[in-house]
T-cell receptor, first 106, second 111 residues
Framework: ENQVEHSPHFLGPQQGDVASMSCTYS??????LQWYRQNTGMGPKHLLS???AGYEKQKGRLNATLLKNGSSLYITAVQPEDSATYFC???????FGKGTHLIIQP | DGGITQSPKYLFRKEGQNVTLSCEQN?????MYWYRQDPGQGLRLIYY???????QKGDIAEGYSVSREKKESFPLTVTSAQKNPTAFYLC??????????FGEGSRLTVL
């Protein structure tokens, strides 16, 4: 059974800090990985696509690395508007983790 | 503007009633998905379709039904057989193995 786990479950950095989170997965067939962000009561929005182990991607204040069995996501200089739930999933759309709940302390 | 639209945003249902949630996309995507999300939980796959007139069950398909008669549309019916239907429902579409585009969700409450 495919599983996606996130760490940590909750994260509360101070404004201006770096937020660091990760997901690990066991999938029977891996076809790239996607990171999403979801605000409460709204639909998720795509952040980044990751294609192969060792792949790194930067988009604005977001930095992500794809590992052999997971991915790390870093958000630099976090702002209150970054507060949301961040989760990853395979590109097949079948399995997602519960995500990391990020709340920025003022 | 291209996008994916879910309706209604809020829906109330009495026990024993079937309800249908609408999902329409104009992105020309082949794949469409329905997920259920409960408070504090991740997305759980109900049904998905990779091509018109074909769909597959996800992890929690019991008590739900779908159709895919048109590429643009993938309605979800929550039947009276679904024992705990109160939840937030999300529809998504994608090119094959591409990023998912989500709707803004439909919140169903059973009275």
């Amino acid at each position: 059974e495919n599983q996606v786990e996130h760490s940590p479950h909750f994260l509360g950095p101070q404004q201006g800090d770096v937020a660091s989170m990760s997901c690990t997965y066991s999938v029977s067939r891996f076809n790239n990985l996607q990171w999403y962000r979801q605000n409460t009561g709204m639909g998720p929005k795509h952040l980044l696509s990751m294609y192969s182990a060792g792949y790194e991607k930067q988009k604005g204040r977001l930095n992500a690395t794809l590992l052999k069995n997971g991915s790390s996501l870093y958000i630099t200089a976090v702002q209150p508007e970054d507060s949301a739930t961040y989760f990853c999933g395979g590109a097949d759309g079948l399995t997602f983790g519960k995500g990391t709940h990020l709340i920025i302390q003022p | 503007d291209g996008g994916i639209t879910q309706s209604p945003k809020y829906l109330f249902r009495k026990e024993g009633q079937n309800v249908t949630l609408s999902c329409e996309q104009n992105l020309n995507h082949d794949a469409m998905y329905w997920y259920r999300q409960d408070p504090g939980q991740g997305l759980r796959l109900i049904y998905y379709s990779q091509i018109v007139n074909d769909f597959q069950k996800g992890d929690i398909a019991e008590g739900y039904s779908v159709s895919r008669e048109k590429k643009e549309s993938f309605p979800l019916t929550v039947t009276s057989a679904q024992k705990n239907p109160t939840a937030f429902y999300l529809c998504a579409s994608a090119r094959t193995l591409g990023e998912l585009f989500f709707g803004e969700g439909s919140r169903l409450t059973v009275l």
